[in-house]
């Protein structure tokens, strides 16, 4: 199969054609308040559907940490987070633990998240602290917060300011 290549400017229809995220398409339009909302927010992975969570260290120092004013060494041991379920309307109770480079929320993680949500690889769920209800709230996002859906395209710029791209 022969590969195509063609010039377009960044603004041509054609552009818009393979990459239709415009600042006023339908996935731009929920309000930008609401996507800061979420300060966590993980893609699923094998891993995670089991016994634990798994939050990076980086995403546990910025989120998770400030909020819970624990000494790390009692982190290390494990404290117990309430998390609610804004999706239900239900309350529950997870361990947050310190591993060598990351943080898990463990206990019952799989059967009151995985199991009772249904949960599977590639859902985003998101996380952010409820310091009214001195809690974590928590989610599953819906698709379009998070995935842009476009055919494989190769983009390069060229001197003159034109892209090529091509598409596989």
Same mark, same amino acid.
């Given at each position: 199969?022969?590969?195509?290549?063609?010039?377009?400017?960044?603004?041509?229809?054609?552009?818009?054609?393979?990459?239709?995220?415009?600042?006023?398409?339908?996935?731009?339009?929920?309000?930008?308040? @609401?996507?800061? !909302?979420?300060?966590?927010?993980? !893609?699923?992975?094998?891993?995670?559907?089991?016994?634990?969570?798994?939050?990076?260290?980086?995403?546990?120092?910025?989120?998770?940490?400030?909020?819970?004013?624990?000494?790390?060494? +009692?982190? $290390? $041991?494990?404290?117990?987070?309430?998390? &609610?379920?804004?999706? +239900?309307?239900?309350?529950?109770?997870?361990?947050?633990?310190?591993?060598?480079?990351?943080?898990?929320?463990?206990?019952? &993680?799989?059967?009151?998240?995985?199991? *009772? *949500?249904?949960?599977? *690889?590639?859902d985003m769920v998101g996380?952010? &602290?409820?310091?009214?209800?001195? *809690?974590?709230?928590?989610?599953? !996002?819906?698709? $379009? @917060?998070y995935i842009v859906h476009?055919k494989p395209l190769i983009?390069?710029?060229? $001197?003159?300011?034109?892209?090529?791209?091509? !598409?596989?």
């Amino acid at each position: 199969m022969m590969q195509q290549y063609v010039n377009v400017s960044p603004d041509s229809a054609m552009m818009q054609q393979y990459v239709n995220v415009s600042p006023d398409s339908a996935m731009m339009q929920q309000s930008h308040d @609401e996507k800061k !909302l979420w300060k966590i927010k993980k !893609l699923l992975q094998d891993n995670d559907l089991n016994k634990r969570l798994l939050v990076t260290m980086n995403m546990a120092k910025k989120f998770l940490l400030p909020v819970l004013g624990t000494p790390h060494d +009692t982190i $290390e $041991e494990g404290i117990v987070v309430a998390i &609610w379920d804004v999706d +239900t309307r239900t309350q529950h109770s997870l361990l947050l633990q310190k591993w060598s480079k990351s943080y898990v929320l463990t206990g019952d &993680w799989n059967r009151d998240f995985v199991k *009772r *949500r249904s949960l599977k *690889r590639h859902d985003m769920v998101g996380l952010y &602290w409820d310091p009214s209800n001195n *809690r974590f709230n928590f989610s599953v !996002l819906p698709p $379009e @917060e998070y995935i842009v859906h476009i055919k494989p395209l190769i983009l390069a710029l060229s $001197e003159n300011n034109q892209y090529s791209y091509n !598409l596989h």
